[in-house]
């Protein structure tokens, strides 16, 4: 066996040799004098050579250390050399391997199957809530603490459904880093635990027809902008989503004035996966009741615009995800009945009625109406299926909707009354006052 004075005096020659140690270690001199450790072992029937480092950086003892530590993996069955080149990359790639760097890879890796709308939410969540905390630490730093203390102010201002959809994204990044040899665990992983539960239910929602009434009355009553009033009624009236109401343009809607008025939504607006978003044949088609035509053809004509349902201040932006959920708030509903829940209040009076009056086959119709597909069944079926029952049950249920409601137009007057054409002829943003003359 070797011994540390005999490899300092080791010196170059006219060729290069070897100083044995034992079991296949050996230090290798080069005619210049340069000293290396390399190793020599068979794997899979081959004889394979694997360096150490240089000595005297990497002295006897450390050589023998690391010799012992290759054996081990060459007994357990991995090949060292292979384990000590996936060791080197992923020290390449941990280098500069920020948190930020990884969840902007992952974004990428995942961007093509996400919609634009929902790539522009995570990276938002991402810009705000977890960038300012973990951004700028290396991804193999991180630990849990660390991430629950980024989740924490998500679940003090109350979002906590948020703070969990924050932790699942950071868990992805974390996947993404470990399958990049960058991290070896999911600190995220562990944080779900420190988390409030989140409260599972349905949306609030009345389940009756005189509640239904009482609370578009409180909210059509309240001082308010018309095309809030609007868009409250129609969703009300159509049971849809409301992302897909604050979208709604007036190309959208077919024969308002003949005897099958119908809302045609385009499947990119639907709640689908983005493969069927593509496709024509995942289109909605809503049956309108004649209540419905009158609240669109009033709503058309104060808006004047590319979009039904505006915003106060753009021409061209929608009506916001909040505007609706603040108007029953301010209306006194909160927690018994949000905009959302328009849709299980249909459901319940529709499926309630239809068992009472032992209206067989109802319950699938009322499902389709909601844009629930059922599965087995072809997207033209679904969307064009029961046409004639559709329309039926709309008016029906807009009928004992609306029987004490004012009409559509009524809900146009008020301190904000504009001329035809909308908002747009009354306000003029970010214009300067023109200064009189002295």
């Not at 050579?49 to 357990?76: I, K």
């Not at 069955?77 to 920020?98: F, L």
């Not at 630490?137 to 849990?144: F, K, R, V, Y």
Request: proline fraction near 7%.
């Amino acid at each position: 066996m070797l011994t540390d004075k005999a490899c300092r005096q080791a010196k170059g020659a006219e060729k290069p040799y070897k100083l044995s140690d034992a079991r296949g270690l050996y230090l290798y001199v080069t005619p210049t004098g340069f000293r290396s450790w390399r190793w020599k072992y068979r794997f899979a029937g081959k004889e394979k050579r694997l360096t150490f480092g240089p000595y005297p950086d990497v002295t006897l003892a450390e050589a023998r250390e690391l010799r012992d530590d290759a054996a081990r993996e060459l007994r357990s069955g991995r090949d060292p050399s292979m384990e000590k080149r996936k060791r080197s990359a992923a020290e390449v790639a941990r280098v500069g391997a920020s948190f930020k760097t990884v969840a902007e890879d992952w974004i990428e890796s995942q961007a093509s199957s996400w919609t634009p709308r929902y790539l522009a939410l995570i990276k938002r969540s991402m810009e705000q809530d977890v960038y300012p905390k973990l951004g700028g630490l290396p991804i193999d730093a991180i630990t849990t603490p660390l991430i629950i203390q980024m989740l924490r102010p998500i679940e003090k201002r109350g979002a906590v459904e948020t703070a969990h959809r924050v932790r699942q994204r950071v868990s992805e990044v974390f996947g993404r880093a470990i399958g990049s040899g960058i991290a070896t665990s999911d600190p995220a992983a562990a944080a779900s635990r420190a988390l409030a539960r989140v409260k599972k239910g349905k949306f609030p929602a009345v389940r009756t027809v005189e509640a239904a009434r009482k609370v578009l009355r409180k909210v059509e009553g309240q001082p308010g902008q018309p095309l809030t009033k609007l868009a409250s009624r129609l969703l009300a009236l159509t049971a849809v989503r409301a992302g897909v109401l604050r979208l709604a343009e007036p190309e959208e809607f077919e024969d308002l004035d003949g005897d099958a008025p119908m809302w045609r939504i385009p499947a990119h607006k639907m709640k689908l996966v983005l493969e069927r978003k593509e496709d024509t044949a995942y289109e909605f088609v809503v049956p309108l009741a004649r209540q419905s035509v009158e609240v669109v053809q009033a709503a058309m004509a104060f808006s004047g615009g590319p979009l039904i349902f505006r915003g106060v201040r753009s021409f061209i932006q929608p009506i916001s995800d909040s505007t609706l959920s603040k108007a029953y708030r301010d209306a006194g509903f909160a927690g018994v009945h949000v905009p959302h829940g328009w849709r299980s209040t249909f459901s319940t009076v529709m499926n309630e009625l239809a068992a009472v009056e032992s209206r067989v086959g109802d319950r699938e119709i009322i499902d389709l109406m909601l844009a629930h597909i059922p599965k087995g069944v072809e997207a033209v079926y679904n969307r064009a299926a029961y046409m004639p029952r559709r329309r039926e049950l709309a008016q029906e249920w807009a009928d004992m909707l609306t029987a004490d409601l004012v009409p559509p137009q009524a809900l146009l007057t008020g301190p904000r009354q504009a001329q035809p054409g909308g908002w747009q002829h009354e306000r003029r943003p970010n214009r300067t006052p023109r200064r009189q003359p002295c």
